[in-house]
């Protein structure tokens, strides 16, 4: 089965902290993605990955930025938090192969408080 | 830009009985991907059912089918015979055969089951 671990399911910090949210995914998958899911407004893309070193903005990028060094490890960074950060974070995997049939691999979320 | 669309913030059903969660959505393109991805409680979101758009038959898994309406651009899901592990936040997806692995979620829909 695919796993897709995050580093943290609670995080809480203060607001103007750097925080640093981490994925890893262990089926040597070429993309990789992170969400942010708010009530009312389903999960929204921030960035994503195609491979490693690469990475492309997503729909709501701003205050956000990522790392992709490894294949399996996808980073969501968070420069300087602030409260409008407060959210459930998600990443998922996918793989290119027979890309008709893609499915992305969520791992379990990581719930971020900013105070 | 493509958007998806679910009306019904909540829904209920009874145990063993059958529930159609709706979806619409709104694109210019003609080939693309549909999904109905389910999110359980502190549970990690797994995907339901999925519909390549230039297939005119409408997907099955065991309980689960869709209602796929190009023209209408409606993708609208039936869980048939509701088990109380169906009780989740269901969410239709949209992907774009040309813009990689992106997906673009609605706002979600939570299912609850009575006994």
């Known amino acids: 089965d695919v796993k897709v671990t995050q580093s943290s399911r609670y995080l809480v910090k203060r607001t103007g902290e750097k925080v640093f949210l981490e994925c890893v995914q262990d089926?040597?998958?070429?993309?990789m993605f992170w969400y942010r899911q708010d009530p009312g407004l389903g999960l929204r893309l921030i960035y994503f990955s195609y491979d490693v070193k690469m990475k492309e903005k997503g729909d709501i990028p701003e205050g956000y930025s990522v790392s992709r060094e490894k294949k399996e490890r996808f980073s969501l960074i968070l420069e300087s938090a602030s409260t409008n950060q407060t959210s459930m974070y998600l990443c998922a995997s996918s793989s290119n192969l027979r890309r008709s049939q893609e499915t992305q691999y969520f791992g379990p979320g990581t719930r971020l408080l900013v105070l | 830009a493509q958007t998806v669309t679910q009306s019904q913030p909540e829904m209920s059903v009874q145990e063993a009985e059958t529930v159609t969660l709706s979806c619409t959505y709104d694109?210019?393109?003609?080939?693309?991907?549909l999904f109905w991805y389910k999110q359980p409680p502190s549970r990690q979101m797994i995907l339901v059912i999925r519909?390549?758009?230039?297939?005119?038959q409408n997907a099955t898994e065991n309980r689960f089918s869709v209602n796929f309406q190009k023209a209408a651009k409606s993708f609208s899901l039936k869980i048939s015979d509701s088990q109380l592990g169906d009780a989740a936040m269901y969410f239709c997806a949209y992907r774009s055969v040309n813009q990689g692995g992106k997906l673009i979620f609605g706002q979600g829909t939570e299912l609850s089951v009575k006994p």
């Open positions: 694109t210019s393109e003609s080939d693309y991907y």
């Open positions: 519909q390549e758009a230039y297939k005119q």
């Open positions: 089926m040597d998958h070429e993309n």
